[in-house]
Nanobody, 126 residues
Framework: VQLQASGGGLVQTGGSLRLSCAAS????????MGWFRQAPGKEREFVAV????????KYTDSVKGRFTISRDNAKNAVYLQMNSLKVEDTAVYYC????????????????????WGQGTLVTVSS
């Protein structure tokens, strides 16, 4: 099982990036999918999650209205569209698979996710 996150890079404040998470060895439609991030010197934090169908999503407050999580089960992929980026969004972003197709009350807990991608670095400059 492998999750491959990509799409990170260097962008100025106010810019946009679209992260992708591609899977091999696992069918993502069986899982809710989440994005987490970890800034230097900080703990990994929840960013967003989507149910298996994409019809139910949750976001951390700091990205609401700016980030959009989506998925394409036919392509076995999940995406994170990030708009109006801020310096504080700088982090390594990880995708992860939650075993419950509609996630659960613990969707913010990274320990509940089974599979993880290797991370992609997003750097937002002022």
């Amino acid at each position: 099982v492998q999750l491959q996150a990509s799409g990170g890079g260097l962008v100025q404040t106010g810019g946009s990036l679209r992260l992708s998470c591609a899977a091999s060895g696992v069918t993502l439609s069986s899982y809710a999918m989440g994005w987490f991030r970890q800034a230097p010197g900080k703990e990994r934090e929840f960013v967003a999650v989507t149910s298996w169908s994409g019809t139910s999503t949750k976001y951390t407050d700091s990205v609401k209205g700016r980030f959009t999580i989506s998925r394409d089960n036919a392509k076995n992929a999940v995406y994170l569209q990030m708009n109006s980026l801020k310096v504080e969004d700088t982090a390594v972003y990880y995708c992860a698979a939650h075993p419950h197709p509609y996630y659960s009350g613990s969707y913010r807990d990274s320990g509940d996710y089974h599979y993880w991608g290797q991370g992609t670095l997003v750097t937002v400059s002022s």
